[in-house]
């Protein structure tokens, strides 16, 4: 039986993303040779090209991949604490310590922003900053948290996380610098508690 359309599409861009991503994280993306990494998946430049417009575009997909595996980490670490409270502080030090983790440090840390900008401007990041949010809303319905606006909360404690997430993954010692973050993140995240 001949192979659907879009199955062979699908296959088209998963070899190319999966070359790409163990280039990347490898060699980085600058030093990435995209002859190389087409001729690793068995393609062409052309198919490059047509499904992703570019190496760029194939950064962007690549990320796009590992941003989703990161969530699905991510929310099964959650759904693991006993309290809405311990999830959000799970999912938080387990967001920074993921920043030690030499594919994330050089695909989404490093070379994610130089090449394709400004974080807070990728597509994902808004969903990230309405979790935090929905969170925060959460634990103020509980009466764990202190009254604050859950947007501008949402925003602050992402762009925390995301930047200590790239002194991290700049650090000379990445695993001392993600301790040292998740003791300074423990303090911050206990200021919004309600007193008791």
């Not at 989703?68 to 980490?73: G, Q, S």
């Not at 989404?108 to 922003?113: A, E, Y």
């Amino acid at each position: 039986m001949p192979q659907k359309r879009e199955d062979m599409i699908a296959e088209t861009q998963a070899k190319l993303i999966k070359s790409a991503r163990e280039s990347f994280a490898q060699h980085g993306f600058a030093e990435s040779c995209m002859d190389d990494l087409t001729a690793e998946a068995g393609l062409t430049r052309g198919a490059l090209y047509h499904h992703f417009g570019g190496k760029k575009g194939l950064l962007k997909a690549v990320i796009q991949q590992i941003e989703d595996e990161m969530t699905t980490r991510l929310s099964a670490i959650k759904s693991q604490a006993p309290t809405t409270w311990d999830a959000f502080i799970n999912g938080s030090i387990a967001y920074l310590n993921m920043a030690c983790e030499h594919e994330i440090q050089r695909i989404m840390l490093l070379d994610g922003p130089a090449v394709l900008g400004d974080p807070s401007q990728w597509p994902r990041k808004n969903c990230c900053i309405r979790s935090t949010q929905l969170s925060i809303e959460k634990l103020m319905e509980e009466g764990v948290l202190r009254e604050v606006d859950s947007l501008a909360m949402a925003r602050l404690i992402n762009g925390a996380l995301f930047g200590a997430s790239l002194w991290i993954a700049n650090a000379e010692d990445p695993h001392a610098a993600s301790s040292k973050a998740v003791d300074a993140f423990l303090t911050l995240a206990s200021g919004l508690l309600k007193s008791n």
